[in-house]
T-cell receptor, first 115, second 115 residues
Framework: EPEVTQTPSHQVTQMGQEVILRCVPI?????FYWYRQILGQKVEFLVSFYNNEISEKSEIFDDQFSVERPDGSNFTLKIRSTKLEDSAMYFC?????????????FGNGTRLTVT | DQQVKQNSPSLSVQEGRISILNCDYT??????FLWYKKYPAEGPTFLISISSIKDKNEDGRFTVFLNKSAKHLSLHIVPSQPGDSAVYFC??????????????FGKGITLSVRP
């Protein structure tokens, strides 16, 4: 069964450094998402992406965050200057249709630790 | 802002018995509801969904019930198996024309199925 893959599985970085989290969505999917889960808290929406542009973003997704689909297969999340509070599991997801038509399929996540 | 609430943090049931996981929501615009299962070190895995035009959806051992007037849904697992032990997330979305509808998650409930 096709799956969403994320790399790396664990990223440790120092505060203020830039990180790029990578995702390969399911190949025929058109809608892409990033979510995060801070330890012990709920899964939170960050951003959705369709047709090479951001569809919606949450208030968490400030100017330090950006997304890109550089080559038609990868979908990346960049955090320009990491903060301690960015430490979380980051999940990439994709779907073939607009939510309501098909469910989101999630990757196994990247655990980001900011020290 | 807890639009999706899973008030019980954990549930323990005997193998073979029914597991009932509850979820409440506050946003009357939600029209699509999903349940995800999550094992440690993995991403959420889609289980079952229901549209607001239905009150029940069944898939094998899993049944989701929706009570719109009470803004309540529940997931029934019958019979429960030890492999069902995981964290279960309730999620909901509201259709937004021209946008990817984001999922709003509850905090999750940890189900333990005792052999």
């Amino acid at each position: 069964e096709p799956e969403v893959t994320q790399t790396p599985s664990h990223q440790v970085t120092q505060m203020g450094q830039e990180v790029i989290l990578r995702c390969v969505p399911i190949s025929n999917h058109l809608y892409f998402y990033w979510y995060r889960q801070i330890l012990g808290q709920k899964v939170e929406f960050l951003v959705s992406f369709y047709n090479n542009e951001i569809s919606e973003k949450s208030e968490i997704f400030d100017d330090q965050f950006s997304v890109e689909r550089p080559d038609g297969s990868n979908f990346t999340l960049k955090i320009r200057s990491t903060k301690l509070e960015d430490s979380a599991m980051y999940f990439c997801a994709s779907s073939s249709e607009h939510v309501g038509g098909s469910p989101l399929h999630f990757g196994n996540g990247t655990r980001l630790t900011v020290t | 802002d807890q639009q999706v609430k899973q008030n019980s943090p954990s549930l323990s049931v005997q193998e073979g018995r029914i597991s009932i996981l509850n979820c409440d929501y506050t946003n009357s615009m939600f029209d699509y509801f999903l349940w995800y299962k999550k094992y440690p070190a993995e991403g959420p895995t889609f289980l079952i969904s229901i549209s607001s035009i239905k009150d029940k959806n069944e898939d094998g051992r899993f049944t989701v019930f929706l009570n719109k007037s009470a803004k309540h849904l529940s997931l029934h697992i019958v019979p429960s198996q030890p492999g069902d032990s995981a964290v279960y997330f309730c999620a909901a979305s509201a259709f937004a024309p021209g946008a990817n509808s984001k999922l709003t998650f509850g905090k999750g409930i940890t189900l333990s199925v005792r052999p």
